[in-house]
């Protein structure tokens, strides 16, 4: 693991518990971001899989002007308050064993601090890298901690046992995407149980079919029709990150909006799982592990980005990820989102109604010229 930053002393400083902002902007007495919305929009979007952008931060004020004034010498200013690092409760180890890191390890000032930065970390994952080697999560820790120290306007150092703890939390999305996969994609593809052989055939036939050629992926499997559109996406899309207005996918929706590749890629991937499972006609449970599926992940990712690179597909895939965005986000309850300062006006939507019009208009045209 890389090296921790060394415990420092904070700023007075403490902004309100997350929300979700739609302003974009930097405080313009002290340069800090003033939602979460501000960190992603100084990152490089679409980092997928390990691919890690050049970083734009800025140490907070650095965008400002001195200029140097001769002013009287006043009274020194009272020292800010401060508050104690994170420190881990002393506890006496048990020879031999080793405990997970709990919360309630550390004081309870900053639970709301670990606590915040556990979910950007699993934010990160899903949306840039949902299986990450281990020296790419050192630099996710490192990012989501720094995040959360912005967010939360500190200059706070974070130990070892802080990381492992947040480490922990976002391990454990993977197998959150995967218990959401399983209903939906039994129910989809219409697996089920019985001890009738010729039924267990047909179920194993099923999961063959569907994961050969990553048919699953499509709309319609049996005609392949449909390319990444299966209804079982948008379904773990609303269930996972999009639950209700204060989910994850709505109070982090700079990360979120449109729906990234390696998302789509962790739910295909938490789909093949599911149907693996169904291998041998009936449900046997495989594990979701990185080492097993990290690289079907990428396989996904890989399909993804070829589509992308397609004439046609970019402006499709493109619509696409918004269109689940949306939905999803509508399903939460939360509402259309509108950046500060946006303007509604027409939508893609309207011009290719225009377009199919006019078209329209031109086949009479021709058709009234021949008559």
């Known amino acids: 693991m890389a090296p921790v930053p060394p415990l420092r002393s904070i700023m007075n400083t403490r902004s309100p518990a997350l929300h979700d902002h739609q302003s974009l902007e930097l405080s313009s007495s002290?340069?800090?971001?003033?939602?979460?919305?501000?960190?992603?929009a100084h990152r490089t979007r679409g980092v997928t899989m390990g691919e890690r952008p050049a970083s734009d931060r800025h140490a907070p004020g650095s965008h400002m002007v001195h200029t140097q004034q001769h002013t009287p010498p006043s009274e020194p200013e009272a020292p800010p308050n401060r508050l104690p690092p994170v420190i881990r409760r002393t506890s006496t180890p048990i020879p031999g064993r080793c405990s997970k890191v709990k919360l309630t390890d550390f004081d309870a000032e900053y639970h709301a601090t670990i606590n915040l930065a556990c979910r950007f970390y699993r934010v990160i994952l899903c949306t840039e890298d949902p299986f990450p080697l281990d020296h790419d999560q050192d630099?996710?820790?490192?990012?989501?901690?720094s995040l959360v120290c912005k967010e939360h306007q500190v200059e706070l150092g974070a130990d070892s046992a802080a990381f492992n703890l947040i480490r922990q939390r976002g391990s454990q999305v993977r197998g959150e995407v995967k218990r959401n996969a399983q209903p939906v994609a039994t129910l989809h593809y219409g697996f089920s149980s019985s001890p009738d052989s010729a039924h267990r055939s047909q179920?194993?036939?099923l999961a063959q079919t569907l994961t050969n050629k990553h048919t699953l992926v499509y709309r319609d499997?049996?005609?392949r029709k449909g390319l990444f559109e299966t209804p079982c996406l948008i379904h773990i899309l609303q269930t996972q990150w999009f639950a209700d207005p204060?989910?994850?996918g709505v109070a982090?929706?700079?990360y979120f909006n449109p729906i990234p590749l390696p998302t789509m890629a962790l739910v295909f991937t938490a789909i093949e799982n599911c149907i693996s499972e169904w291998k041998?006609?009936?449900?046997?449970?495989?594990?979701f592990t990185e080492k097993s599926y990290r690289k079907k992940c990428l396989t996904h990712l890989t399909n993804l980005k070829g589509w992308r690179g397609h004439v046609q597909g970019k402006h499709l895939l493109a619509r696409m990820q918004q269109r689940l965005h949306d939905e999803a986000r509508t399903h939460s309850g939360a509402g259309v989102l509108q950046e500060e300062g946006q303007l509604s006006g027409l939508t893609n939507d309207d011009f290719d109604e225009a377009a199919r019009e006019a078209a329209g208009d031109s086949e009479e045209e021709r058709e009234a010229a021949h008559a």
């Open 30 to 40: 002290t340069g800090m971001p003033s939602s979460p919305s501000v960190h992603a």
């Open 139 to 145: 630099g996710y820790l490192h990012e989501a901690w």
């Open 203 to 205: 179920m194993a036939t």
């Open 221 to 223: 499997h049996e005609a």
């Open 246 to 248: 204060h989910d994850e």
């Open 252 to 254: 982090f929706h700079v």
């Open 280 to 287: 041998d006609g009936q449900l046997k449970a495989v594990d």
